[in-house]
């Protein structure tokens, strides 16, 4: 017997690997939006909590767990007088041709879930928009029963309006849903919408950081079948 109907992934740091992807993407936006000038560049670092040096986030950076607007008021911070606009507007475009690198074979582990009779979401402060085109470059987007964004009317994490979105769409009684993510954003929105929550260690938080407020944390989300059977 499952200890679930439904699953609900987070995206960055999930599905995808959180530093081979956008710690890497995050260097060259600095380097951008810096026009190549070092003092701006290590502004901007400083701002998002990046390191420069080993190009990889810090645990701390308010970048991990933000929504594309909310990443460019914190880059706007560190470049007075640029347009707000402009600069998530660059974010969403390069955001769409990231080195996406899966924290897993991502195809046979979501089809082998869903053959099981789990229904398959996917919760991002991302929005919907890079989210499927993200989903779709992956070559698993067809897998996935509702896809919904920050900006997809059902509001953001650590709210857990685009969590319970998801179970009614589904049909599926929160406690029989279980919310996967790397953040402590989505493991508080999965407590708040009454889900079973499990933090897996392919973003930046450690286990100590997930633990008090997951079921189980795991290495990453292809142990799902076993616990979700044991």
Not at 143 to 148: A, H, I, N, Y
Not at 171 to 185: Q, W
Request: hydrophobic share 45%.
């Amino acid at each position: 017997m499952m200890r679930a109907d439904g699953i609900l992934f987070d995206k960055d740091g999930t599905l995808f690997d959180f530093h081979a992807t956008w710690s890497v993407w995050a260097h060259a936006v600095i380097a951008h939006l810096a026009e190549g000038d070092a003092e701006v560049m290590a502004r901007l670092a400083q701002a998002t909590h990046y390191d420069l040096a080993t190009r990889r986030f810090h645990s701390t950076s308010p970048v991990i767990a933000c929504t594309n607007r909310e990443v460019a008021e914190c880059l706007g911070r560190a470049l007075p007088g640029r347009d707000l606009d402009e600069i998530e507007a660059h974010l969403t475009r390069s955001a769409e041709h990231a080195p996406l690198v899966p924290a897993v074979p991502l195809g046979p582990l979501l089809e082998g879930l869903a053959g099981r009779g789990l229904r398959l979401g996917l919760m991002t402060n991302d929005s919907e928009y890079g989210a499927r085109a993200h989903l779709g470059a992956a070559g698993i987007l067809e897998l996935f029963d509702f896809v919904v964004g920050f900006d997809s009317g059902h509001g953001a994490k650590p709210a857990p309006g685009p969590l319970l979105a998801f179970a009614t769409a589904m049909g599926l009684l929160p406690a029989r849903v279980v919310m996967v993510g790397d953040s402590a954003h989505d493991l508080v929105a999965g407590r708040a919408a009454g889900m079973q929550t499990v933090g897996v260690l392919t973003g930046t938080a450690t286990r100590d950081d997930l633990a008090p407020l997951a079921d189980v944390v795991l290495p990453d989300i292809g142990y799902l079948p076993a616990w979700l059977t044991t």
